[in-house]
C-alpha cells in the first residue's frame, strides 16, 4: 500500500528542546531503510516535513501523529462553527493558534477562549501552569465536561479494554495530549492546503475504508505508540524508541497484507459516522 511510514511523536514545548519529550519523526521505507530525526522546534519539524514530501512525490507516504485529531461530538456544534466539523474545527485553529520559531505560542489563551464560547466555566479544557491559570483555565480537573464528556469514543474503547489514554481536553501533565493536539492540527492544516491535490486525512477525508495506496498519496492518521509494547529500549530515549517500534509494526502491517484492515476497524455505523465528522479514531484500535 505504502512506500514508507513517517511516525511523528510532536511535542507542546513553548521553547526549543532536544531529547525526551521533544520532537522525534521516524522515516522506515519498503528497503528496510531507517532514520530517526530529533528536532527542536515545530516549525523546523513541519520543514522537515515538507522537504520529506517534497523530495520524493511519487512516494506514497503513511504518516502516523501521536496526537489527537478531534474532538468528541458535538464540540464544533456547540462553538457555532460553520463546515464539516473535523476541518472546521481545524480551520479555527489554525487562525487563532500562533506559534513561533522559538516555539512560542498562545495555547493556553486559546484554550482558555475556547472554554468561554463552549461553557462559560473553566471547562472541558483543563491543565494550565499558574501563570496562565484564570476564570475560564485552571490547573485541576473541571468536575463536569457537561454534554460534550471527557473522552471520544476512541478512548473511551481504549479504556475499555484496559489501556489509559488521555483526554484531548488535557493540556498538562505526564502523558498529556491536548497541548499537542492545539499546536499540532495547524501544522496539519497547513499541510492539508499545501499538498491539497494528494493529501488524506484518515478517517475524513477518506472513511473507513481500506486505503488504496495510490503513487504519491499521502495519509496522515492518528496512532497511539502506547499501544504497542516496545520492550526493553536500552539507552535509547523513549520517544526514540516508540517511534521507531512504530514505524515497524505499520510496515510489517503493510507487507503482510493486515494495513488495510487497520483502515476500516469493526466499528458500528454510528461510531463510524462520529468519527468520520469530528472525532477521528485511533489506527490499529478494534477491541
Request: glycine content about 8%; aromatic content about 10%.
Amino acid at each position: 500500500m505504502f512506500d514508507r511510514y513517517v511516525v511523528v511523536d510532536w511535542s507542546a514545548n513553548s521553547t526549543p528542546k532536544l531529547g525526551a519529550d521533544s520532537i522525534w519523526i521516524a522515516v522506515h521505507d519498503r528497503s528496510g531503510q531507517v532514520s530517526i530525526t530529533n528536532l527542536a522546534t515545530r516549525h523546523g519539524a513541519e520543514a522537515f516535513l515538507v522537504e520529506l514530501l517534497e523530495a520524493e512525490p511519487a512516494a506514497a507516504t503513511l504518516i502516523g501523529v501521536d496526537f489527537s485529531l478531534g474532538y468528541p461530538a458535538g464540540t464544533a456544534a456547540t462553538l457555532g462553527v460553520r463546515g464539516a466539523p473535523w476541518s472546521a474545527m481545524w480551520a479555527m485553529l489554525s487562525e487563532q493558534i500562533t506559534d513561533d520559531e522559538r516555539n512560542r505560542n498562545n495555547r493556553f489563551s486559546v484554550a482558555a477562549r475556547i472554554n468561554e464560547q463552549l461553557t462559560g466555566s473553566a471547562a472541558p479544557f483543563w491543565g494550565c501552569p499558574p501563570s496562565a491559570a484564570g476564570r475560564f483555565l485552571t490547573s485541576t480537573k473541571p468536575r463536569s465536561w457537561e454534554s460534550l464528556g471527557e473522552f471520544r469514543t476512541v478512548e473511551a474503547t481504549l479504556r475499555s479494554c484496559g489501556h489509559r489514554p488521555f483526554s484531548s481536553w488535557q493540556l498538562l501533565g505526564a502523558g498529556a495530549v491536548g497541548s499537542q493536539s492545539l499546536v499540532g492540527i495547524p501544522m496539519l492544516d497547513r499541510m492539508r492546503r499545501r499538498f491539497a491535490d494528494r493529501f488524506d486525512v484518515w478517517p475524513y477525508t477518506t472513511g473507513f475504508r481500506p486505503s488504496t495506496g495510490l503513487s504519491g498519496a499521502v495519509v496522515v492518521a492518528e496512532v497511539w505508540p502506547s499501544m504497542l509494547d516496545i520492550g526493553d529500549i536500552g539507552e535509547l530515549v523513549r520517544d526514540e524508541a516508540q517511534v521507531d517500534a512504530t514505524a515497524r509494526w505499520l510496515s510489517a502491517a503493510d507487507v503482510a497484507g493486515e494495513l488495510d484492515a487497520m483502515f476500516s476497524p469493526p466499528i458500528s455505523a454510528e461510531v463510524a459516522a462520529l468519527a468520520a465528522a469530528e472525532e477521528g479514531w485511533v489506527l490499529g484500535v478494534r477491541c
